[in-house]
């Protein structure tokens, strides 16, 4: 059915997107539920609301048999969800085609609008949730009917839903749907835009840099993106474009581009462009310089005659007599054709009455790959075939390449050089990618891209001869060519896109997992070494320097800016693995500060910045593999120096010890303080670490409680059995995180749902001075204990207290009498 089910996070990240959830009434379309995952993160957000509605209504559409159980489950929690804080909640299942029941309403809707006392029911959601499914639909299908008679010619499920979604909304009613991106461009997908983009305005997109995170289950080629809309003509002045690798990734860029930078005003086609930003938006600038079509130098691309299953009988795996070159991608190398090769491809096509029109003269072409591998490096990858290496008439092109020609015969040797470089350049290929967001390469694509005019081509074209020049050097002759008399800023963001590139390559052949592999880690890495786009890297230093001056440097001198509240992820997912890897030090002004301390600061190891330096001269193969051999002993050395500064505690007569500073200190304080006087004999279970995850961890013990955890990511920082009253005592200690507010308090509840024995949640603090800021984010039915006043409880909502302190005076009185 096409169907590709939303995983949690990806859910909440699109329930997050809806601008307007104050409204009094709210009705809700899912228009492909599923289990309902979509509307279970809608209806939470809705009751997260300061002020929540006063009712909520839910419509959703689902055929699967086999899912319509789980949904109906999710529904119904839902409604007792809402319940619970008063909202009206009421909804319905609709076990119908959803294509078929919206042309429908669409019809009723029409029917009805000339009586003015008439329910337009065409128009009944004020909200939409969208996971639309993937599927092609047929020319001749009743689907593709069906989407005709509301207006709209379409070859893809996913649009049809879209589109009649739309349709249903009310007017200013919002819209969220996860999609692929393969919409926003292309000749498919043109009737659909301009029907969707003359009754919605766009305001916020996210794009998944990676295609693989978002849909992380399931094999999808397609990069996926969230769109968020408003049912309106008018549109936004800016649009929202955020950018992040999955869902999972907190490290979320964000950027602000006008509407018409979008989707231009005058652009027939009304193309979608995703500017996620500086640097892209400087990549377009340097492209409207270009602006010379195809048409305007005389070229034409096509695409490769032979279809190989349907030419069988004429292919041979080697030439023969009678038989000419058949050139496939895999031929493609380095800028030229190499042929032949040892392949399973067939490497020749009989020359013969019946193959005459899959065959073209052997000239001069440029030849280009219709499709790029799932994260291939270069999305466009175009050669030269140069017709002097092959001494035949004609010669035949595979379907899966296109190629550059004139009015069907070659190219000049010159010119064919010239569209090679200028297609294999970093410009074009960052420019491609901003708008082409699938695997495919098509003609149209390439006919829709700008170009130098033709005496800036033949000059590039005689920039080589036989070899075909290096990346760098393509890109350099792109600047000085096409670029040098331009009236351009000072930032050229080639150079950028090239400096982070090379600091990708530097963590590859350090070794760092794939994780880590990304612009995130790669512009950490520049911002630790000081290192600008233009800067050589001789010249980079050693700065101390915290994670939000990191974020700080990114943004100036690279543009990429971050929201602020994104930099955990860059301390978490990336400088954390600098540390294991000993590439960089953590304080090393004061080796006494806590890791997680708001003052921390990194700094470069003194002999990875000694090689970093040398990256890019002939002695950087040497010096990265003596630098390699020498990582172990960086590890234990610094290890031992942090090892000095811990703090030792006491666990059932062992010792063990804690990392120096921060809210280990506080912990201290719990287990030598608060455990013996609130909870004796009890049984220490768990005690965290900022360093190590955890100190101690007796899971046998919990195990006997009922619960079992598989990761101790969002464990409390101590846990104690008081067994003499049987509770199961669970402890914050609050340094630079927050208290058990009831968000945590939920997340504790659920973490420890198959205990049998009451849970009692206690927030720490080192002074009371400390514990003023967060007094109004405790959660009820909770207690405080601050280090300062050792002696002394405080319970939120002091119910049970004050009837015991009630009892307390009576007695007192009692004795004084």
């Given at each position: 059915m096409g169907q590709f089910l939303t995983p949690a996070s990806v859910a909440q990240l699109m329930a997050e997107?809806?601008?307007?959830?104050?409204l009094p009434e709210i009705s809700l379309l899912d228009a492909g539920a599923g289990i309902g995952s979509l509307l279970a993160a809608f209806v939470e957000k809705v009751c997260q609301q300061r002020k929540p509605t006063s009712s909520l209504r839910v419509?959703?559409?689902?055929?699967?048999?086999?899912?319509?159980?789980?949904?109906?489950?999710?529904?119904?929690?839902?409604?007792?969800?809402?319940?619970?804080?008063?909202?009206?909640?009421?909804?319905?299942?609709?076990?119908?085609?959803?294509?078929?029941?919206?042309?429908?309403?669409?019809?009723?809707?029409?029917?009805?609008?000339?009586?003015?006392?008439?329910?337009?029911?065409?128009?009944?959601?004020?909200?939409a949730i969208l996971n639309p499914p993937y599927l092609k639909i047929n020319a001749n299908s009743k689907v593709r009917e069906l989407l005709r008679s509301i207006g709209l010619e379409t070859s893809n499920l996913y649009t049809g839903f879209m589109a009649a979604t739309a349709q249903l909304l009310k007017p200013s009613g919002e819209f969220v749907a996860?999609?692929?991106?393969?919409?926003?461009?292309?000749?498919?997908?043109?009737?659909?835009?301009?029907?969707?983009?003359?009754?919605?305005?766009?305001?916020q997109v996210h794009l998944f840099e990676s295609r693989q995170e978002a849909f992380?289950?399931?094999?999808?080629?397609?990069?996926?993106?969230?769109?968020?809309?408003?049912?309106?003509?008018?549109?936004?002045?800016?649009?929202?474009?955020?950018?992040?690798?999955?869902?999972?990734?907190?490290?979320?860029?964000?950027?602000?581009?006008?509407?018409?930078?979008?989707?231009?005003?005058?652009d027939l086609d009304q193309f979608i462009h995703i500017i996620p930003d500086n640097i892209s938006q400087q990549i377009v600038q340097r492209m409207a310089l270009l602006s010379c079509t195809l048409s305007d130098l005389g070229l034409t691309i096509s695409t490769g005659r032979v279809i190989d299953f349907r030419a069988k009988e004429y292919l041979r795996a080697n030439p023969e007599n009678n038989t000419v070159p058949l050139i496939y991608p895999v031929n493609l190398s380095n800028g030229y054709v190499e042929y032949p090769k040892i392949t399973k491809k067939p490497q020749a096509i009989v020359n013969i009455e019946e193959t005459t029109n899959l065959l073209i003269p052997n000239e001069h072409y440029v030849l280009c790959k219709r499709f790029s591998s799932k994260e291939e490096k270069r999305r466009v990858v175009a050669v030269v075939y140069n017709a002097n290496q092959f001494n035949y008439g004609?010669?035949?092109?595979?379907?899966?390449?296109?190629?550059?020609h004139k009015d069907g015969r070659g190219l000049s040797l010159t010119l064919a050089r010239g569209l090679a470089i200028y297609l294999n350049s970093t410009l074009v290929d960052a420019f491609f990618r901003l708008f082409n967001g699938h695997t495919q390469v098509n003609a149209t694509d390439l006919r829709k891209l700008k170009y130098p005019n033709l005496s800036q081509l033949l000059s590039l074209g005689t920039g080589f001869q036989e070899q075909f020049p290096s990346l760098r050097e393509i890109d350099e002759l792109i600047e000085n060519k096409l670029m040098s008399m331009s009236n351009l800023s000072e930032n050229n963001p080639i150079a950028t896109k090239s400096r982070i590139d090379e600091a990708l390559q530097i963590l590859t052949q350090l070794g760092f997992p794939r994780a880590q592999l990304n612009e995130r880690s790669a512009l950490t890495l520049l911002a630790l070494l000081d290192l600008k786009p233009t800067d050589s890297w001789q010249l980079a230093t050693f700065p101390l320097m915290g994670i939000t001056p990191m974020m700080n440097f990114m943004a100036q001198h690279y543009g990429k800016t971050y929201k602020p509240n994104t930099r955990e992820t860059v301390r978490r997912q990336t400088v954390h693995q600098f540390l294991d890897a000993a590439l960089i030090v953590a304080n090393p002004d004061d080796l006494s500060r806590p890791i997680n301390s708001p003052k921390t600061v990194y700094q470069i190891e003194n002999s990875a910045l000694e090689l970093l330096r040398s990256y890019g001269t002939d002695e950087w193969q040497n010096s990265i593999c003596t630098y390699l051999a020498s990582v172990e002993t960086l590890k234990k050395q610094y290890a031992q120096e942090r090892e000095i500064s811990r703090i030792p505690i006491i666990i059932n007569g062992e010792i063990k010890t804690l990392s120096p500073g921060g809210q280990n200190i506080l912990i201290e304080k719990i287990i030598n303080d608060f455990a013996p006087r609130f909870t004796p004999g009890g049984k220490l279970i768990y005690i965290g670490d900022t360093d190590e995850k955890f100190a101690h961890f007796d899971e046998t013990a919990l195990t006997d409680l009922g619960v079992n955890i598989d990761s101790h990511g969002k464990m409390p920082d101590v846990i104690i059995h008081f067994t003499t009253n049987n509770w199961l005592v669970l402890i914050e200690a609050v340094t630079s995180h927050g208290p058990i507010n009831p968000k945590r308090k939920k997340e504790l509840e659920v973490l420890f749902r198959d205990v049998q024995i009451p849970l009692v949640m206690v927030t720490t603090f080192l002074s009371r001075k400390a514990m003023v800021g967060y007094l109004a984010d405790i959660a009820w039915e909770t207690d405080v204990w601050v280090a300062d006043d050792s002696t002394h409880l405080i319970h939120f909502n002091g119910e049970y207290l004050l009837q015991a302190y009630q009892i307390e005076v009576a007695e007192q009185e009692s004795d004084h009498t």
């Open positions: 997107m809806f601008n307007r959830l104050d419509v959703a559409y689902e055929i699967d048999p086999f899912l319509i159980g789980y949904l109906q489950q999710t529904l119904e929690l839902c409604k007792r969800k809402c319940e619970n804080i008063g909202i009206s909640f009421n909804y319905e299942i609709r076990e119908t085609d959803f294509i078929e029941d919206a042309v429908r309403l669409q019809k009723l809707g029409l029917l009805n609008s000339a009586m003015p006392t008439a329910v337009n029911y065409a128009t009944e959601f004020t909200h996860i999609t692929p991106r393969s919409f926003c461009n292309g000749p498919y997908f043109r009737d659909f835009r301009k029907m969707f983009l003359e009754m919605m305005a766009l305001e992380s289950d399931d094999d999808v080629l397609q990069e996926t993106i969230i769109i968020q809309a408003t049912k309106q003509r008018q549109k936004y002045r800016s649009v929202i474009v955020n950018t992040s690798s999955g869902a999972n990734d907190d490290l979320i860029m964000s950027h602000s581009v006008p509407y018409t930078a979008l989707v231009h005003p005058n004609y010669v035949g092109f595979e379907n899966h390449l296109n190629y550059f």
